[in-house]
């Protein structure tokens, strides 16, 4: 990660000056790439808010670790003008200035890219007795306001609005009435993959009643295609994966309706023989 690049070289202004240009442009490749980011924790198996908030702690205590440097650097404590020069002291607070204004940057475009998770842990600076601190948590709050952040994000409903956005996307119905976008995902998925897509999009066609308009045109194409009657959905195909997977979802009711009576009254006569 391009953040472990800065190795703590403020608070000298006698330090190399390939190490003092090397923290700025991590800084300002760290403030880059937070930018619009939402944060995702490599591992799926744990609580994902509670990892998220533990990834999001992790980069916004490297910024404000940089921001307390910085300030430990301008008040100039154990490093002299005399030691290393007006001239080299001024180059070096002009130095640490930028790393302070990229600093405040990227915890302002972090905090933008994952509100609901590190506001909790922003505010803490608003509470803070340095009032350096303070006036920090409040250019990192108005940088964000002018980012334009919704803290409706916040809402507890956030997952399951965002959900609906992308299951109204997939579910657009085009001028003739089909589901372009749920069609390009038919034709992007890899077969091993297929059956699992085909199953999650029935889902949702029919929690949106518009199974008959995803399943029509899937099924038309296979007519039109097929030379022989014989062949019709027996081949290795959208529609006949379409039709197992849809069995499998919607026909299992039926089949028990059908099937288990039948079963069940073939056990009591075995049970009744077997007595």
Known sequence: CV??????????????????????????????????????????DSDQAEEKSKLFLKYFTLLVKILAD??????GAGHPEKEV????????????????????????NLLSANIETGLVHALGLAYNEDVDTRVT???????VLKQGTEFGTLSESVLTDRYSQLIDIVTTLDEQGQMPIAMSLMDAVQSPELD???????IVCDSKDLLAEFVSPIFSEEVENTDSAQTLFR???????????????????????????EIERLLELAATAAA
């Open 70 to 75: 910085c300030k430990a650097s301008e008040s």
């Open 196 to 202: 699992d897509l085909l199953r999650v999009v029935l």
């Open 137 to 143: 948590f409040v250019q990192v709050l108005t940088k």
């Open 235 to 261: 081949g290795n195909s959208l529609a006949s994966k379409l039709i197992a997977v849809g069995f499998q979802l919607f026909g299992m009711d039926f089949l028990l309706a059908a099937v288990k009576p």
């Open 3 to 44: 953040s472990y690049w800065v190795k703590g070289s403020l608070g000298d202004p006698g330090s190399n000056a390939a190490g003092r240009d090397l923290d700025l442009c991590s800084v300002r490749a760290v403030t880059a790439l937070l930018e619009g980011l939402p944060l995702q924790p490599e591992d799926t």
């Open 85 to 108: 020069g007006v001239r080299q002291t001024a180059m070096w607070n002009r130095h640490v200035t930028g790393i302070r204004s990229y600093a405040v940057t990227a915890i302002s």
